[in-house]
């Protein structure tokens, strides 16, 4: 357990008052605290430690907030679908963006006409979750041009099979399919944006798992975030 009291201070003197410091100070104070079985959700870091990762992530651009990015464990950081999303709003601030799931019994229809992207997609049953996830596509529209970018089930069971934490990803499925499409479609259309977050979403998973943190200590982590969208 920390003292957010003096994290915030430290922030502060660091990196002045404002909005995001705020965000990522209540973030760790929701998340300050041990779980059912005694363990730490902070993973035994210290202020300055955590001090450090906002440092490196706000660098970027990324608000270590538990929406736009994620603690997992072991001073690793989970940069979300929401994260990809607000880093191109930021400089594109009319940017629209769609980003969902196709599900079995769904119709998507997508075409190109002279540079538009004209796309259908018919929701056989929006309340059900059951159905398994067959593909996700994500569209950004702005001042630059419209993108489309898909996703279908070979391309992500790669993906999980290189991954790390497959279970996080058994869990999170459909978090993990968003994050995936619209990092695919960030990477291919606005890489001189997402660059340097790619490369620090890259790193934190590319080297081995640290052993010592049990799997439900990472999914606890993860739990907070649940999906926001802000």
Sequence with gaps: MIEIKNLKEAVINHQGESSDVNKFIAYI??????????????????????????????????VLDGVNAVITAYERVFITWVGYKNKVLSVYPESAFDVQLVRDGDMFQVAKQSGKVVYTHDISDPFSSNKGIIGAYC?????????????????????????MMKSTWDKWASEFWLKSVIKRACKRHFNDIVEEIDKLDNQDYQHDEDNSVSERQKLAILDSYDGKDT
């Design 29 to 62: 104070d929701s998340i300050n605290k041990t779980d059912r079985n005694g363990k730490d959700l902070l993973f035994n870091m210290k202020s300055d430690q955590l001090l450090k990762l906002y440092i490196k992530y706000i660098n970027v651009g990324i």
């Design 139 to 163: 569209i950004i529209k702005n001042k630059r041009g419209e993108a489309l970018e898909t996703l279908g089930l070979d391309d992500y069971d790669k993906m999980k099979q290189s991954a």
